[in-house]
């Protein structure tokens, strides 16, 4: 299996514009989670999906920020208007759910993005 | 208070050093208790997986579980330049998929 697939790796923009960012899960797996890492916070749980259903949106900064899975191997991110304090890597995970367990969920290569 | 505190370092040791790496947490709930490694420029991956209190080994590193201290350790022997990464401790409780990541803490390896 090639992993959780990220794009675009890079992406640079101006404060003002949409962003959009991309994620293939693992085949079979029935979680997605979306993260933003920054030196400042860390790591931090934005939404996460079970079987292409939002289950927690809680970690969502703000309305400017979306997401969507259509199906089972695709997930988008959504910032809409940017602005620089959205600057940080972010990371698309996925996992298979167990009976009664957390499952080990597995991490793309992130999206570094920055917004000038 | 967050849920889970991780020193974030950095911690600097040389080479075939013991390494030890802790993270406190506040929800008795957690039940599960992961250590990832994240290289830089890299996306986590996972290292140690353990259920409950209790010790586990692998090869050169072992997790450590205190439940009754809401404590965790990962241990690190003869440490090599190639552990040189931040590492973040997470868990989970049971019924929830979701992970709650400590802020990682930066370790460089000295050769």
């Given at each position: 299996d090639a992993?959780?697939?990220?794009?675009?790796?890079?992406?640079v923009t101006e404060m003002g514009q949409e962003v959009t960012l991309r994620c293939k899960p693992i085949s079979g797996h029935d979680y997605l989670f979306w993260y933003r890492q920054t030196m400042m916070r860390g790591l931090e749980l934005l939404i996460y999906?079970?079987?292409?259903?939002?289950?927690?949106?809680?970690?969502?900064?703000e309305d400017r920020f979306s997401a969507k899975m259509p199906n089972a191997s695709f997930s988008t991110l959504k910032i809409q208007p940017s602005e620089p304090r959205d600057s940080a890597v972010y990371f698309c995970a996925s996992s298979l759910g167990g009976s009664g367990g957390v499952?080990?969920?597995?991490?793309?290569?992130?999206?570094?993005?920055?917004?000038? | 208070q967050k849920e889970v505190e991780q020193d974030p370092g950095p911690l600097s040791v040389p080479?075939?050093?013991?390494?030890?790496?802790?993270?406190?947490?506040?929800?008795?709930?957690?039940?599960?208790?992961?250590?990832?490694?994240?290289?830089?420029?890299?996306?986590?991956?996972?290292?140690?997986?353990?259920?409950?209190?209790?010790?586990?080994?692998?090869?050169?590193?072992?997790?450590?579980?205190?439940?009754?201290?809401?404590y965790i350790s990962l241990f690190i022997r003869d440490s090599q330049p190639s552990d040189s990464a931040t590492y973040l401790c997470a868990m989970g409780a049971g019924g929830a998929q979701k992970l709650v990541f400590g802020q990682g803490?930066?370790?460089t390896i000295n050769p």
């Open positions: 992993g959780v697939i990220q794009s675009p790796r890079h992406e999906f079970n079987n292409n259903v939002p289950i927690d949106d809680s970690g969502m900064p499952g080990t969920q597995y991490f793309g290569p992130g999206t570094r993005l920055l917004v000038l | 080479e075939g050093a013991i390494v030890s790496l802790n993270c406190t947490y506040s929800n008795s709930a957690f039940q599960y208790f992961m250590w990832y490694r994240q290289y830089s420029r890299k996306g986590p991956e996972l290292l140690m997986y353990t259920y409950s209190s209790g010790n586990k080994e692998d090869g050169r590193f072992t997790a450590q579980v205190d439940k009754s201290s809401k803490t930066r370790l």
